[in-house]
């Protein structure tokens, strides 16, 4: 295996008397190993770095996603949503839907649900400027603001989803663990190498 080689030359001071005078010293170095390889790595960092991270921010923004959305098919499930009132229920119902869903009528809210990169970031959530079908010009994201934090004025508690299902995905936390991961992941397949990663 091939190496690059560096010569250092030292000299001894002639006019310090508790020296000796040993001509010039000239060492050869050899440093082994695949010199190629590690400038190549070296190179390949900073897009081997982009490259996991935004691998490890999809993981966690579809994970995510996956969570959200399984929320809003089991009525919340653990989150411990208040039930709908029966008038509500029997509005639902007379329109054709089910009375027994919280976040679903349409479907349109689940379906908004999306993920989409912006440039060096992976980002989760609800598609802008889209309207429910049967909202009276209400965006989704304004119905979704409703049925977070709930409103007074229509009488509807809230139904938090997003922040518990957040916190229930592991947090910001576990998005640091997917990336770091993600980032191994990247140089070993790149280079064969494990690298040691903090954050």
């Given at each position: 295996?091939?190496?690059?080689?560096?010569?250092?030359?030292?000299?001894?001071?002639?006019?310090?008397?508790?020296?000796?005078?040993?001509?010039?010293?000239?060492?050869?170095?050899?440093?082994?190993?695949?010199?190629?390889?590690?400038?190549?790595?070296?190179?390949?960092?900073?897009?081997?770095?982009?490259?996991?991270?935004?691998?490890?921010?999809?993981?966690?923004?579809?994970?995510?996603?996956?969570?959200?959305?399984?929320?809003?098919?089991?009525?919340?499930?653990?989150?411990?949503?208040?039930?709908?009132?029966?008038?509500?229920?029997?509005?639902?119902?007379?329109?054709?839907?089910?009375?027994?869903?919280?976040?679903?009528?349409?479907?349109?809210?689940?379906?908004?649900?999306?993920?989409?990169?912006?440039?060096?970031?992976?980002?989760?959530?609800?598609?802008?400027?889209?309207?429910?079908?049967?909202?009276?010009?209400?965006?989704?994201?304004?119905?979704?603001?409703?049925?977070?934090?709930?409103?007074?004025?229509?009488?509807?508690?809230?139904?938090?989803?997003w922040a518990p299902a957040f916190r229930k995905f592991g947090g910001s936390k576990k998005i640091r663990r997917l990336i770091l991961w993600h980032i191994r992941a990247q140089?070993?397949?790149?280079?064969?190498?494990?690298?040691?990663?903090?954050?």
């Open positions: 295996m091939g190496g690059k080689y560096y010569k250092l030359s030292t000299s001894t001071n002639k006019k310090d008397p508790r020296t000796r005078n040993l001509g010039k010293v000239t060492p050869e170095v050899q440093l082994i190993g695949d010199w190629a390889k590690v400038e190549r790595v070296l190179a390949g960092v900073p897009s081997t770095i982009l490259a996991g991270s935004l691998a490890g921010q999809e993981s966690a923004a579809k994970k995510l996603m996956k969570l959200v959305k399984h929320y809003i098919r089991t009525n919340g499930g653990e989150l411990g949503w208040a039930p709908l009132k029966p008038s509500t229920i029997a509005k639902k119902t007379k329109k054709g839907y089910s009375g027994d869903t919280l976040y679903r009528m349409t479907g349109t809210y689940m379906g908004a649900i999306k993920t989409w990169r912006k440039g060096d970031n992976i980002y989760v959530g609800l598609e802008r400027g889209l309207h429910h079908p049967i909202s009276k010009g209400l965006t989704i994201g304004q119905i979704a603001n409703v049925l977070e934090y709930g409103s007074q004025a229509r009488g509807i508690p809230a139904r938090p989803l140089f070993r397949l790149r280079y064969g190498i494990n690298a040691k990663l903090t954050m």
